[in-house]
């Protein structure tokens, strides 16, 4: 079964600091990963996603995330926070077996601390 | 324009109310979903309309009723609804072959 496991539930940093948030998954064949954020009572926007061409892959408001394939991870990273990053973020794997069903990590909260 | 509108943005109904929920896409895409998202959890994949025709039932209650009318429209029909249904709904749709999914904003629904 395909899987997905965001590490932290919660993660806080200050404002100006690098952020990390970490992603592993688990998937019988070569998905495509992605990663949204959610604000409050708002919609999934898309930050990046990975679809087998360079493993190191940039995003919007200066997110990327790194594919490792030896490690099963994904994980998203910003080299320095804004408050307007605080929002939840969510890992999500397409497993690419059947139809285009999504699998979804439990999310973690980003607190920015002014 | 790649965007997906769903209306109402609120939606407050009765457990003997029958109700709709709307979804809009003019991205040209040929496959559309409708999620449920509890607080604080990630969504849920409830429905999935590949081509107008319903491809994927995630065993959701029948008095959740998706129509999908034309390949740019996606109706959740909602009839005798309990207040664990109070969520918010998510539509999003994709290119038939490629993976990424547009979400829109979301129906926040309470039922009482």
């Known amino acids: 079964a395909q899987s997905v496991t965001q590490l932290d539930s919660h993660v806080s940093v200050s404002e100006g600091t690098p952020v990390l948030l970490r992603c592993n998954y688990s998937s019988s064949y070569s998905p495509s990963l992605f990663w949204y954020v959610q604000h409050p009572n708002k919609g999934l926007q898309l930050l990046l996603k990975?679809?087998?061409?360079?493993?190191l892959v940039k995003g919007i408001n200066g997110f990327e995330a790194e594919f490792k394939k030896s490690e099963t991870s994904f994980h998203l990273t910003k080299p320095s926070a804004h408050m307007s990053d605080a929002a939840e973020y969510f890992c999500v794997v397409n497993p690419m077996e059947y139809g285009n069903k999504l699998v979804f990590g439990a999310g973690t909260i980003l607190r920015v601390k002014s | 324009d790649t965007e997906v509108t769903q209306t109402p943005k609120h939606l407050v109904m009765g457990m003997t109310n029958k109700k709709s929920l709307k979804c809009e896409q003019h991205m040209g895409h040929r496959a559309m979903y409708w999620y449920k998202q509890k607080a604080k959890k990630p969504p849920e994949l409830m429905f999935v309309?590949?081509?107008?025709?319903?491809?994927i039932n995630e065993s959701v209650p029948s008095r959740f009723s998706p129509e999908c009318p034309n390949s740019s429209l996606l109706n959740l029909h909602l009839h005798a609804l309990q207040p664990e249904d109070s969520a918010l709904y998510l539509c999003?749709?994709?290119?038939?072959?490629?993976?990424?999914?547009?979400f829109g904003p979301g129906t926040r629904l309470t039922v009482t």
């Open positions: 999003a749709s994709s290119q038939a072959d490629r993976t990424q999914q547009y």
């Open positions: 990975y679809t087998s061409a360079a493993t």
């Open positions: 309309y590949s081509y107008e025709k319903l491809s």
